[in-house]
């Protein structure tokens, strides 16, 4: 508990960060996320949590053993998928203020993981992704 009290102190925004990618190179096909606001104890206020989803379009397949899993599909992410730039400014927009005054939570490293092997196979020109 020490340790997640050092992450938000001086935070103003948890932002939980749920993250799906595909089987093998690992893109992300789909962003989820609640924001809430938390006053200066860390304690999340009632009445400000948001939501956030959207699904991504990503260069390779997303694998079988995903779609299963996820029950994301080929046929959604091509109706529904957003380039990963479009995505990531939709995101940037969905929290509204600048990530520094925000804690991210994920469940694990491979969020991370799925940003930067994201990133590295779109090469998207944004500067701010």
Same mark, same amino acid.
């Given at each position: 508990?020490?340790a997640?009290?050092?992450?938000?102190?001086?935070?103003?925004t948890?932002?939980?960060?749920?993250?799906?990618?595909?089987?093998?190179?690992?893109?992300?096909?789909?962003?989820?996320?609640?924001?809430?606001?938390?006053? !200066?104890?860390?304690k999340?206020?009632?009445?400000?949590?948001k939501?956030?989803?959207?699904?991504?379009?990503?260069?390779?397949?997303?694998?079988?053993?995903?779609q299963?899993?996820t029950?994301?599909?080929?046929?959604?992410?091509? !109706?529904e998928?957003?380039?990963l730039?479009?995505?990531?400014?939709?995101?940037?927009?969905?929290?509204?203020?600048?990530? !520094?005054?925000?804690?991210f939570?994920?469940?694990?490293?491979?969020?991370?993981?799925?940003?930067i092997?994201?990133?590295?196979?779109?090469?998207?020109?944004?500067?701010?992704?």
């Amino acid at each position: 508990m020490e340790a997640f009290n050092k992450l938000i102190r001086n935070k103003k925004t948890l932002v939980f960060l749920d993250l799906e990618g595909t089987q093998f190179s690992h893109e992300i096909i789909a962003i989820g996320a609640v924001k809430c606001k938390i006053d !200066e104890n860390g304690k999340i206020l009632r009445g400000y949590q948001k939501k956030f989803k959207c699904y991504v379009k990503p260069l390779g397949c997303i694998g079988r053993f995903v779609q299963n899993m996820t029950k994301i599909t080929e046929d959604i992410l091509k !109706e529904e998928g957003l380039p990963l730039e479009t995505a990531f400014s939709k995101f940037k927009k969905f929290i509204n203020q600048p990530f !520094e005054q925000c804690a991210f939570i994920t469940f694990g490293s491979n969020d991370a993981k799925m940003i930067i092997d994201s990133i590295t196979r779109s090469e998207p020109k944004n500067a701010f992704i």
